[in-house]
């Protein structure tokens, strides 16, 4: 019988499947303790369980370990950049960035992405999978046992659409979220989407008040379609009125990405026509200054523009900041680290099978 990974379980599920092994329910407490809040990678650190139940729990079950392939430190800010290995060999990355507020976390939702924004290297590799929940939180789990150090915020923005993996993301909110575990406050928590409709609808009704975050880019439908494909399916009036039910629901601000791109969405008419669509809603700007993927075509807005830009935003009384810039001097752009790992190991391959060739 295939064992279980037991990190997947939610707290429920897990006492039932205690129950089912014919112990008492309360071992459940002390096992989603040494699992999610423990971070424990043997059964034989679970020191107050009986030897008896940790021989059934070896026998049925395994805990999820997660390694980390490459380590990248900003030396300027301190910014880490993890490169981490699933149990199928694939890559994702992981972000760890030191605000004010605390250490915040930038987790992976899916090994690579179908959504093929233009602007992002996420997606130049085309989608492999969708992450499991005990991967997205497996992430968190890595980085504090890596650094030692604790977090206290996470963005879903890495490698992925997190609302394209919707049940997987929600688990993993509702593990993360849980007293017993790492008991991350769901205000802790922000979702970024490129805006798949019906989901944001779904998510107003999960009752987890996190963070809502709307990768925007740009503010008419056609300007959106040229570098967002997704904009060939909802449009800009759908987006914003699913996050007008939203906030209606839950009371949360959403917030607006907004990457500027330089004489592609960056000018004062653009900025006037951002204030226009969001006037009247509890909201944020975020304003991104693009990262240059290499060989991607777009560049990055001088810094005048983007502070131009910010000033007519908040002058017609939206809300805007500038996202400060970390990790500039290391591969911290979502996406490029696993790529250069996946041409380095193409290459690689491409090296080994004709050096195979070469030989027969
Ligand atoms: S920006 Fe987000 S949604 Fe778009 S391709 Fe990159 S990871 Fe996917």
Not at 192 to 221: F, K, M, W
Not at 225 to 246: F, G, H, Q, R, V
Request: aromatic share 8%.
């Amino acid at each position: 019988m295939e064992k279980i990974n037991i990190n997947e379980l939610t707290f429920e599920e897990l006492e039932h499947f205690i129950e089912e092994l014919g112990e008492k329910k309360f071992h459940a407490r002390q096992i989603f303790k040494w699992i999610h809040r423990e971070k424990v990678t043997s059964f034989d650190e679970m020191t107050d369980i009986s030897k008896a139940l940790r021989e059934k729990l070896k026998e049925k079950t395994y805990i999820l370990e997660l390694k980390v392939i490459e380590c990248q430190k900003s030396k300027k800010d301190g910014t880490m950049k993890f490169l981490i290995e699933l149990p199928d060999n694939n890559a994702i990355e992981s972000v760890l960035m030191r605000y004010h507020h605390g250490n915040t976390i930038c987790v992976s939702s899916e090994v690579g992405c179908k959504m093929g924004c233009k602007f992002c290297a996420s997606t130049k590799e085309g989608f492999v999978r969708p992450l499991l929940a005990s991967e997205i939180e497996g992430q968190l789990h890595t980085v504090e046992r890596y650094t030692k150090e604790k977090i206290s915020n996470i963005v879903y923005m890495g490698i992925g659409e997190p609302l394209d993996n919707y049940d997987n993301v929600v688990k993993s909110i509702r593990i993360i979220n849980y007293p017993l575990g790492l008991n991350i406050g769901a205000r802790h928590i922000s979702l970024s989407t490129c805006g798949i409709v019906p989901n944001i609808y779904r998510l107003a009704q999960e009752n987890i008040q996190c963070t809502l975050s709307i990768s925007l880019h740009a503010t008419t439908d056609e300007k959106r379609k040229e570098t967002m494909p997704i904009a060939n399916k909802y449009s800009i009036k759908e987006i914003l009125d699913a996050c007008k039910e939203y906030i209606k629901i839950t009371g949360r601000r959403i917030s607006f990405e907004y990457a500027l791109i330089y004489n592609q969405n960056d000018s004062k008419e653009d900025a006037l026509a951002l204030a226009k669509l969001l006037k009247g809603m509890i909201a944020h700007v975020n304003l991104i200054p693009v990262n240059e993927i290499k060989n991607g075509v777009y560049k990055k807005a001088p810094e005048k523009r983007i502070e131009d830009f910010m000033n007519t935003l908040n002058s017609c009384g939206v809300v805007t900041t500038v996202r400060r810039e970390l990790g500039s001097d290391i591969d911290a752009a979502c996406g490029q680290l696993r790529k250069k790992y996946i041409d380095k190991t193409d290459e690689f391959s491409d090296k080994k099978y004709k050096e195979k060739d070469n030989n027969k």
